[in-house]
């Protein structure tokens, strides 16, 4: 039997805010029944990002996450297969594996002792010849599966039978993502940093869409203190060519200096690169052996992309978000600025609870040296001890805080600014809207979100369930 995990859904008689995304009303961030909601209508039926597959490398490693409520093994098995298998035995329900990762042969259960290979296959059943005589089927009784897709290394995955393939889901928002990831190879450098804030998941990943107009007041003290220089161009330009790229034009003729932009589905993004024009392609915080690796390996439409970029900062609908940003080493004078590559996930644990998984992501074939002085300026940013990361925590606690009365949640949440039409662009894709304060980006994300909460949510069928004689759970 089918399980549909969408039960008595109808359609929401809450008003949540305009369809176009433009306002949106304060019960969508703090209302508990809002969140209820949001599990079958935006999480149950999308894909969710588990780790990164440089985590898992060799056959036997896993590491344990979560795709919303549920914990799962995100496992390499046996003939280097990726697979992601409720954390959760057959038998009796007991949790699998405890540890936040390592390396096995089999899981076995602590309670009665099923084993299972890395694959999820039922292997043992202690006293299965006594306790079933007439015998056990082991190959209906393995870990219950998700689907799974790597894009780039990335690992996603989904319960959800019934989901589109992942890159369809993206649509023109995986070439964003391919200017990050596919123009060297990356891997994590460490397990993720997780924390819990007291903020709503939406406040993290709207900021992510890219928000520039917060940072001069946000971020004043950080940038101040030098761990960032992103409106000193000429700082930029001067790092380039001490890196041996020649100025060819003090001027972007593009135009396409700093931008936003959008993609179908609810995806948006923050583009900034060095108003010059160089001899070469140039990517900034990078090594000099890796400029010419990526200009020689990757395609011209992705060297373009990624060509002259100081910040991409971007959320894929609903709650995956990744930034490539230049941040300075204050002190360090071997790597005074490098590239730093954070993915992260906005988990939702309440309407005003949010876990943070955040994964620094570093070139493979960057030297070591260079990989420490990307994490140091990690840590001192985006990491939850950064600079960054308590400012917008700061904010986005206090708005929790403050609108969780009647009076509060009646309110809406205003993103009108800038309602123009995109510009066309030979390079870039989806819709782009020159300039840096914008709220078109923030509409996107809202539009799809308002749209997909209001409707009545399609079924959700669970993978690993017969779709006949549907019964809801």
């Known amino acids: 039997m089918a399980k549909n995990v969408n039960r008595n859904l109808e359609v929401f008689d809450m008003r949540l805010g305009a369809q176009d995304g433009s306002l949106i009303n304060r019960h969508a961030y703090f209302d508990e029944s809002v969140f209820e909601r949001e599990l079958g209508a935006i999480f149950n039926p999308s894909w969710q990002f588990v780790g990164h597959e440089s985590e898992i490398s060799q ?18 098995s046996e003939n280097g297969e990726i697979h992601v298998m409720l954390n959760s035995c057959r038998h009796r329900g007991v949790k699998l594996c405890s540890a936040d990762g390592g390396k096995a042969t089999n899981f076995q259960c602590a309670y009665h002792g099923w084993t299972y290979a890395t694959d999820g296959r039922l292997r043992g059943v202690p006293e299965s010849p006594t306790l079933h005589p007439s015998g056990i089927d082991r190959s209906k009784l393995g870990l219950h599966k998700a689907r799974v897709e790597v ?34 190879e990356y891997e994590a450098y460490g397990p993720p940093v997780r924390f819990i804030g007291d903020f709503n998941w939406k406040s993290g990943a709207e900021n992510w869409c890219g928000d ?35 100025v060819t034009n003090e001027q972007d003729a593009s135009g396409e200096t700093v931008f936003v932009f959008t993609a179908d589905g609810g995806h948006a993004g923050l583009h900034f690169r060095i108003p010059a024009e160089f001899d070469r392609p140039v ?120 609108n969780r009365g009647s009076v509060g949640m009646a309110l809406d ?35 799809t979100w308002v749209e997909r909460m209001e409707a009545k949510p399609e079924p959700v069928t669970l993978v690993g369930f017969k779709t006949e004689g549907a019964c809801e759970l």
């Not at 001069?216 to 940038?223: P, S």
């Not at 570093?362 to 140091?376: D, E, F, I, L, N």
């Not at 990690?378 to 939850?384: D, I, P, Q």
């Open 151 to 184: 894009f780039n290394g990335l690992i996603f995955a989904t319960f959800n039978n019934d989901a589109a393939p992942l890159l369809d889901v993206f649509g023109d928002m995986s070439w964003y993502l391919d200017t990050v990831f596919k123009k060297t």
């Open 212 to 246: 520039p107009y917060h940072g001069d007041v946000t971020h004043h003290t950080g940038y101040v203190a030098g761990v960032s220089y992103l409106d000193d161009m000429q700082k930029h330009v001067t790092d380039m060519q001490a890196m041996g790229a020649v």
């Open 59 to 76: 056959p036997g490693e896993y590491v344990t996450r979560k795709i919303m409520r549920d914990e799962v093994i995100v496992a390499r």
């Open 413 to 447: 949440n205003n993103y009108t600014a800038l309602p123009e039409e995109p510009t066309p662009s030979s390079v870039f894709r989806g819709k782009v809207y020159r300039g840096p304060l914008h709220d078109v980006n923030f509409r996107s994300l809202y539009s």
């Open 283 to 402: 990517f900034p915080g990078l090594e000099k052996h890796l400029w010419t690796e990526i200009e020689q390996n990757a395609s011209p439409d992705l060297v373009a992309g990624a060509d002259r970029r100081i910040v991409c900062v971007s959320t894929t609908f609903p709650n995956f978000s990744v930034v490539e940003q230049l941040i300075t080493n204050v002190g360090d004078d071997e790597f005074p600025a490098v590239s730093v590559v954070n993915v992260r996930v906005w988990l939702p644990l309440s309407a005003t609870q949010t876990e943070v998984w955040s994964w620094l992501i570093v070139p493979k074939r960057a030297t070591p040296a260079w990989k420490r002085a990307s994490q140091r300026a990690f840590a001192r940013t985006f990491n939850v001890g950064g600079v960054f990361e308590v400012d917008d925590s700061h904010n986005w606690n206090t708005t929790a805080q403050a």
